[in-house]
């Protein structure tokens, strides 16, 4: 009755049955919603739009950081709170004066960038907003492996990501132009 009304075929003799372009319409207009489906797929999708908007937001705080490190000829650097801390830039202060004349100057600040969890930890201690950047000059900075640096930091909120970023370099740094700096690029971050 299927294959005379058109809802089936058979494309070969000994194949089984098919359903045809109309048997297809049929089963679709007829189809009912199903909850149970619905929400397995809404859940699914919204945990891949998080997952999505994680990575773009991830990738932006990436690409501030190549500009912030090009354009201020400093280390720039990121801490996303409750996950990590990134950098990049570091063979720009490796070149300062500052620190060719003086290496041991330059291996303290390579390994308090390298020990993460520490540097993460005091980046969290210094309560920023991204309302707000603060500049912390040689002792200031009371992490003992910077305290001949100056450091430049912000703190970032968006819908994905809480943590900081900033810039970490001489002091003789361009302190104004690196605080504007820092403000412009945080506005890349999504």
């Known amino acids: 009755i299927l294959e005379e009304v058109g809802l089936i075929t058979s494309p070969y003799i000994s194949s089984g049955k098919i359903p045809t372009q109309k048997g297809y319409r049929k089963y679709v ?19 891949y739009i998080q997952e999505y908007h994680l990575s773009k937001s991830k990738e932006s705080l990436f690409d501030a950081l190549r500009v912030i490190a090009q354009l201020s000829g400093n280390v720039a650097f990121a801490t996303i709170f ?11 202060v490796l070149r300062a004066p500052e620190f060719t004349a003086e290496p041991e100057k330059a291996a303290r600040i390579v390994e308090i960038l390298e ?7 005091f980046i969290q201690t210094l309560d920023t907003t ?26 970032i909120e968006t819908n994905h990501l809480q943590g900081a970023i900033g810039i970490l370099g001489p002091m003789r740094m361009k302190y104004g132009y690196n605080k504007a700096l820092l403000k412009s690029a945080a506005q890349m971050i999504i």
């Open 115 to 121: 020990g993460k969890a520490r540097f993460q930890s």
């Open 82 to 92: 409750n996950d990590k801390t990134s950098y990049i830039g570091l063979s720009n």
């Open 130 to 155: 991204q309302d707000e950047v603060k500049i912390f000059i040689g002792e200031e900075n009371l992490l003992d492996e910077i305290q001949s640096c100056a450091m430049v930091v912000t703190g």
């Open 29 to 47: 207009d007829q189809l009912q919603e199903n909850p149970k489906e619905e929400k397995q797929i809404t859940t699914l999708f919204e945990k």
